[in-house]
T-cell receptor
Framework: DGGITQSPKYLFRKEGQNVTLSCEQN?????MYWYRQDPGQGLRLIYYSQIVNDFQKGDIAEGYSVSREKKESFPLTVTSAQKNPTAFYLC?????????????FGQGTRLTVV | AQKVTQAQTEISVVEKEDVTLDCVYETRDTTYYLFWYKQPPSGELVFLIR??????QNEISGRYSWNFQKSTSSFNFTITASQVVDSAVYFCALSVAINFGNEKLTFGTGTRLTIIP
């Protein structure tokens, strides 16, 4: 079945460690997104990519990095520079470069700093 | 800049009651798109509806209906005869083309809906 797969579902990070969240899609979508969800704050955009080998900072990019080497994959690295990384992370994709298309979401990764 | 406001943080209603979730948006663009998503406890956001700025027709889909009013910049969502399965967090979102290739989807803070059996 077509869709977006995020892994792992739960992730624990020690202080000072970098961790990478995986996002893979088989929908043949050009655009991919990473959102962070905190209680009471909705979804905030971290990074997005409209095409392979290109990506743009979102509203809260500090402490995060991404790559887009393949159309299907858009991994997110949470670096030690991110001071408050505990949150629920959602990956999404959209077809084409059109504002009228809906985004499809993965099931999310819950990251906890221990 | 774009902004979406969902003033209702949490709503609880008894099963079979009707409930309306409010969404107010801000944008200077004349062409834009509005969306509603449902986030069940599993975490994945599920697309419910899309509406473009040129189409103010209300829409009904089963127990769900949407009221789009450009005059008040609102895109409200009503669930009729609510059911326990409707319990979820609901997000309203706005999409505009900042420039070609840089479309952004802006979300509201969500409304947590609890249907009490």
């Amino acid at each position: 079945d077509g869709g977006i797969t995020q892994s792992p579902k739960y992730l624990f990070r020690k202080e000072g460690q970098n961790v990478t969240l995986s996002c893979e899609q088989n929908l043949n979508h050009d655009a991919m997104y990473w959102y962070r969800q905190d209680p009471g704050q909705g979804l905030r955009l971290i990074y997005y990519s409209q095409i392979v080998n290109d990506f743009q900072k979102g509203d809260i990019a500090e402490g995060y990095s991404v790559s887009r080497e393949k159309k299907e994959s858009f991994p997110l690295t949470v670096t030690s520079a991110q001071k408050n990384p505990t949150a629920f992370y959602l990956c999404a994709s959209r077809t084409g470069r059109l504002a009228n298309t809906e985004a499809f979401f993965g099931q999310g990764t819950r990251l906890t700093v221990v | 800049a774009q902004k979406v406001t969902q003033a209702q943080t949490e709503i609880s209603v008894v099963e079979k009651e009707d409930v309306t979730l409010d969404c107010v948006y801000e944008t200077r663009d004349t062409t834009y798109y509005l969306f509603w998503y449902k986030q069940p406890p599993s975490g994945e956001l599920v697309f419910l509806i899309r509406r473009n700025s040129f189409d103010e027709q209300n829409e009904i889909s089963g127990r769900y209906s949407w009221n789009f009013q450009k005059s008040t910049s609102s895109f409200n969502f009503t669930i009729t005869a609510s059911q326990v399965v409707d319990s979820a967090v609901y997000f309203c979102a706005l999409s505009v083309a900042i420039n070609f290739g840089n479309e952004k989807l802006t979300f509201g803070t969500g409304t947590r809906l609890t249907i009490i059996p």
